[in-house]
């Protein structure tokens, strides 16, 4: 299957700070990317979809401007975490897909904010 | 709202046994329902899946059928190996058809 690396897989971050995470889709031009949020034994909980060259859709209760989503080119999409706080402490999946067919995952990031 | 139901686990087994792990689906209308597995250290993959009612995905020996009638997709293996110890997931495709709404996931741990 295609294959779809995320960057940085775990970091740590002071509170107020502004942590990026990349998504990159290495051999497929990504028209959509999506952006998943994972709590200890919970689902993946779908955050936000972004379209290459639009603006990104958020899920209802996800504060768009404390996670900001870039998807700038057909191969990479970032989110940021904006002044973040231990709250925001969690599992990250972006998942890439063309043309709205298979969707395939990265392999997580985990942000710890102290 | 809509959303994905999964046994809990861990579910633990012994090389040969049989597996199942139940899934149940809430929706409107008929989406497609996927299996995703999810092996240590790894990111997920799809397992199988299937779009229509009573279409059964089938792969690696793991099957599971769309049933609508009980808005169900259990996944069932006859007999797990070690290498299928994995965290499995069960997904809906959402309304739009594109992102994916996921069960909590079951941990499968198949000992030798």
């Known amino acids: 299957g295609a294959v779809v690396s995320q960057h940085p897989s775990w970091v740590i971050c002071k509170s107020g700070t502004s942590v990026k995470i990349e998504c990159r889709s290495l051999d497929f031009q990504a028209t959509t990317m999506f952006w998943y949020r994972q709590f200890p034994k919970q689902s993946l909980m779908l955050m936000a979809t972004?379209?290459?060259?639009?603006?990104?859709?958020?899920e209802q209760g996800v504060e768009k401007d404390k996670f900001l989503i870039n998807h700038a080119s057909l191969t990479l999409s970032t989110l940021t975490v904006t002044s973040a706080h231990p709250e925001d402490s969690s599992f990250y999946i972006c998942?890439?897909?063309?043309?709205?067919?298979?969707?395939?995952f990265g392999q997580g990031t985990r942000l710890t904010v102290v | 709202g809509d959303s994905v139901t999964q046994m809990e686990g861990p579910v633990t087994l012994s090389e040969e046994a049989f597996l199942t792990i139940n899934c149940t689906y809430t929706?409107?209308?008929?989406?497609?329902l996927f299996w995703y597995v999810q092996y240590p250290g790894e990111g997920l993959q799809l397992l199988l899946k299937?779009?229509?009612?009573?279409d059964k995905g089938s792969n690696k020996g793991f099957e599971a059928t769309y049933r609508k009638e009980t808005t169900s997709f259990h996944l069932e293996k006859g007999s797990v190996q070690v290498s299928d110890s994995a965290v499995y997931f069960c997904a809906r495709g959402n309304q739009a058809g594109t992102a994916l709404i996921f069960g909590k996931g079951t941990t499968l741990s198949v000992s030798s």
């Open positions: 299937a779009t229509k009612a009573d």
């Open positions: 929706a409107t209308g008929y989406p497609s």
């Open positions: 998942s890439a897909s063309h043309e709205n067919t298979e969707a395939f």
């Open positions: 972004s379209n290459e060259g639009s603006k990104a859709t958020y």
